[in-house]
């Protein structure tokens, strides 16, 4: 190498090293200030800023801290953006490992597949081999929903008629009798819970099977197991929402039980058990109205007929006081 292709790549190398300097102290970059600084072109800073930003690019697959060079228009300068914690820590994907196997909401294949491709491509390569240590036991012995279904594409494309506010047309297999009905949906979210995913949505006001259904009040979603939806059509048709209407499945989500539907009630009743906390997980909306020595008196405001399921399964712990619906 000559002496002067020596000496410009050291004045390459300590351009650069400057210009990432002042992006890690919070400063800015002007193209026309520091190609009049090093004397060069603004081309060459340009080049410059892009080699910094494949470096942070290759940087982030290492460490997981994922930076960018990040350009104002109201400064006309670049700065430095930290925009997220890309990989997840040790004890994150291990966290997340145990709550997907517990789950228990996916096929043997499904399960394996995605415990795979998490650990791979979220933990470090040195610590892959202890997670799946960790989880192995667990894994081996785990037992797949009994309906044996693959129901993951279903689910994205009812998350984009959500999105879009498209009707769905379904074929659904009924719990009792196993028989097949069809019904013209709103869609309106997704939800999880004990082993299942499922899709509440308002039945269209034309549908003549409303007259089935005990809730007849358009207020009140109605719920279905997604692995039981046998086939799924999404319509080109609309629906609006108002705004203030809007369905907020957050709230909706504190107030079912075992996603079993139906009008909104308020349950008062007496705890006596030692763990008021895990009525209070359980029971979101639970406010504690007193305490004394036989217990807890507890109000709840909950949706459908699954609070019944729960307080009949808590025996002589818990004892209803009122029930009335709203």
């Not at 145990?98 to 995605?114: G, H, N, P, Q, V």
């Not at 791979?120 to 081996?140: G, M, S, Y």
């Not at 498209?166 to 979210?189: A, N, T």
């Not at 139906?262 to 007496?270: A, E, T, W």
Request: glycine share 6%; charged share 30%.
């Amino acid at each position: 190498m000559s002496k002067n292709n020596e000496l410009e790549k050291n004045a390459k190398m300590e351009r650069i090293l400057g210009m990432y300097t002042t992006l890690l102290e919070g400063g800015f970059l002007y193209k026309a200030q520091e190609a009049a600084e090093y004397g060069v072109s603004s081309k060459t800073i340009q080049r410059d800023i892009e080699k910094i930003r494949d470096f942070l690019s290759q940087n982030a697959e290492k460490t997981g801290v994922v930076k960018t060079v990040e350009y104002d228009r109201t400064k006309g300068a670049y700065y430095l953006l930290e925009a997220s914690q890309m990989k997840f820590t040790n004890s994150e994907i291990l966290a997340i490992c145990k709550i997907l196997l517990d789950s228990r909401a996916f096929t043997k294949k499904e399960m394996d597949s995605m415990l795979q491709r998490l650990i791979d491509c979220c933990a470090k390569p040195e610590n892959h081999r202890l997670v799946r240590e960790l989880i192995q036991n667990e894994q081996f012995y785990y037992v797949p929903p009994q309906h044996n279904t693959i129901f993951i594409d279903t689910m994205w494309k009812i998350g984009e008629a959500i999105k879009k506010c498209c009707y769905v047309e379904i074929e659904y297999q009924k719990m009792k009798g196993r028989e097949l009905v069809r019904r013209k949906l709103k869609p309106v979210s997704i939800l999880f819970s004990e082993f299942y995913f499922y899709m509440t949505a308002f039945i269209d006001e034309a549908d003549e099977v409303r007259e089935h259904f005990d809730v007849l009040n358009d207020a009140f979603p109605t719920i279905y197991r997604i692995d039981r939806i046998k086939s799924l059509k999404v319509l080109k048709e609309q629906f609006h929402i108002p705004y203030k209407d809007r369905f907020e499945e957050g709230e909706f989500r504190k107030r079912v039980q075992f996603m079993y539907g139906g009008k909104l009630q308020r349950v008062k009743f007496r705890y006596k058990g030692a763990s008021i906390e895990a009525v209070k997980d359980r029971l979101p909306t639970a406010e504690i109205l007193s305490q004394d020595e036989n217990g807890y008196v507890v109000l709840a405001e909950v949706f459908g007929k699954g609070i019944e399921m729960w307080l009949r399964s808590q025996g002589e712990m818990v004892e209803v006081m009122e029930g009335r619906w709203l």
